[in-house]
């Protein structure tokens, strides 16, 4: 980041955030104020009504902590860092993600680097990542695609694309798990299921890994 773009750290107790980091931007912050600190990190509260809207340049460094509402990042982000009880966390794009939880949903457009979901109970939605590390004890995991996947659940079902080559790794005691691979792969695949229905469409090879562990639930490993 330059001097001008410090990184933001974002807290409020409860009440809508909203982030728009838009290419050339000024920093504006409407609802709050801010402060600089003195290891260049701008620390931003609300001053009152129920949302802090922040405008902030392209690739921006977010920490975001809020103990209940919503949280929406607009646009290209840099490295977002999500802290809430409870509240719907939606990041359109982003260099990596880092989100912890207890209740709510997340929804990820897409995520060049890493994307690191923790809620107890959430639905989570992730368009793309280049890995995406996801844990909850309830709700659903579905990401589109990604180039390695580690995911696991008590209680959901897991769906999880595969870009290919890479490890898509998936736990789940109760529900089903549903890995898709390109067509054409021949992924290794160790698949384990104490009760439930396995069905694994490519051949074996060398095309990457996909392992899943399933108590109560079918697997399923098909082409696309």
């Known amino acids: 980041m330059s001097e001008t773009s410090p990184r933001l750290r974002i807290t409020r107790r409860s009440g809508n955030v909203i982030v728009n980091a838009e290419p050339g931007a000024e920093l504006v912050i409407e609802g709050g104020n801010g402060h600089l600190d003195d290891e260049g990190v701008m620390n931003i509260r609300p001053s009152g009504g129920s949302v802090l809207e922040v405008t902030c340049p392209t690739g921006t460094d977010l920490t975001i902590s ?15 860092k999500v802290i809430t009880k409870s509240g719907k966390i939606s990041i359109e794009r982003a260099t990596a993600i880092n989100a912890r939880g207890a209740s709510g949903t997340v929804d990820v457009g897409s995520c060049e680097g890493e994307c690191r979901v923790s809620f107890t109970s959430s639905n989570v939605t992730i368009g793309e990542a280049g890995r995406a590390v996801v ?7 579905d990401v589109d695609e990604a ?9 959901g079902n897991i769906s999880l694309g595969a870009r290919g080559g890479g490890v898509m790794a998936a736990r789940s005691i109760s529900g089903s798990v549903e890995v898709s ?12 299921a104490v009760s439930g229905r396995v069905r694994c469409d490519p051949p074996p090879g060398e095309d990457g890994e996909v392992k899943i562990k399933s108590v ?9």
């Open 181 to 192: 691979v390109p067509d054409g792969s021949h992924p290794a695949t160790r698949l384990k």
């Open 147 to 155: 180039g390695d996947a580690e995911v696991k659940t008590v209680s």
């Open 66 to 80: 809020t103990s209940s509402g919503n949280i929406d990042v607009n646009g290209d982000a840099g490295s977002v």
């Open 135 to 141: 844990a909850t004890v309830s709700g659903n995991i």
């Open 216 to 224: 109560s639930g079918s697997i399923s490993v098909t082409c696309r």
